[in-house]
């Protein structure tokens, strides 16, 4: 692969990434930013009237030009990464189409980086959560994300390995068993961290967890559908065909 065509799919995926911000920043309005007031309505009833502050910034601009600007940075900054991976997994991953290596890594990428540290640590809204424990939470959420990638990276290559001996499905099921078996010995070994206040509404937790995964389902989906499309464009383009008129024409 040349400079030029790593370059194009380097702007595509920035493209694509845009694009699957737009759709992550609807769903996170209409289903993420509700819970997110009704959590903070639940710290603002519990606080004592003395630990009130006074916002630097509003909750409405929170809700809307910040949230579209983090949302659309990231959504382009992610895009940019994961094409540059796009690349190197290209020809990497088994005989796929353009397109279908993009939604394989798009769905791998998902997995990696936020469904297996959010089972470990999931997402909690304002109000849950210890203010002098945040640099822990933080430095143990980036290490199970780290290494899920790590692992996942690993069990590829593992799979590779093994498929000339196994073959590819029983390369694939060992390689994806010695993920999940490592994984859980990190579940289980990591500390467990448990602040929810015991009187905070389960429905409200489980409502922003879920819209906090469909943020995410909906980011990655939407980033392997568009730049999928993209991609094989770019490097299987479809050859064209003459019209009907023309066709006569030439025979003539």
């Not at 940019?80 to 190197?88: D, E, P, R, S």
């Not at 922003?208 to 999928?228: E, K, M």
Request: with cysteine; glycine share 10%; charged share 10%.
């Amino acid at each position: 692969m040349n400079s030029a065509t790593v370059r194009n799919l380097l702007v595509r995926g920035m493209l694509a990434g845009l694009t699957a911000g737009v759709l992550a920043l609807i769903v996170a309005y209409f289903l993420g930013e509700p819970n997110v007031d009704g959590a903070i309505g639940f710290e603002e009833a519990h606080a004592p009237a003395h630990e009130h502050e006074v916002e630097l910034v509003s909750r409405g601009l929170q809700s809307t030009a910040g949230l579209a600007t983090g949302v659309l940075v990231y959504g382009v900054a992610f895009g940019g990464i994961a094409a540059l991976a796009y690349c190197f997994a290209l020809g990497r991953v088994g005989r796929l189409t353009p397109r279908a290596t993009a939604l394989l890594l798009s769905g791998c990428a998902l997995l990696a980086v936020y469904v297996v540290p959010f089972l470990k640590y999931p997402a909690n809204p304002p109000s849950v959560g210890e203010p002098d424990t945040i640099g822990k939470r933080t430095t143990l959420y980036f290490l199970m994300m780290l290494l899920s990638v790590l692992l996942a990276i690993a069990a590829t290559l593992l799979g590779k390995r093994l498929a000339p001996r196994l073959g590819t499905w029983y390369a694939t099921v060992v390689a994806v068993a010695a993920f999940a078996l490592v994984i859980g010995l990190a579940y289980a070994l990591l500390p467990v961290i448990n602040e929810v206040p015991q009187n905070f509404p389960a429905t409200l937790l489980w409502r922003f967890r879920l819209s906090a995964l469909a943020i995410q389902i909906t980011l990655w989906g939407g980033f392997g559908l568009a730049f999928g499309e993209l991609a094989e464009r770019l490097l299987a383009p479809k050859p064209a065909t003459a019209a009907p008129g023309t066709a006569v024409a030439a025979s003539d």
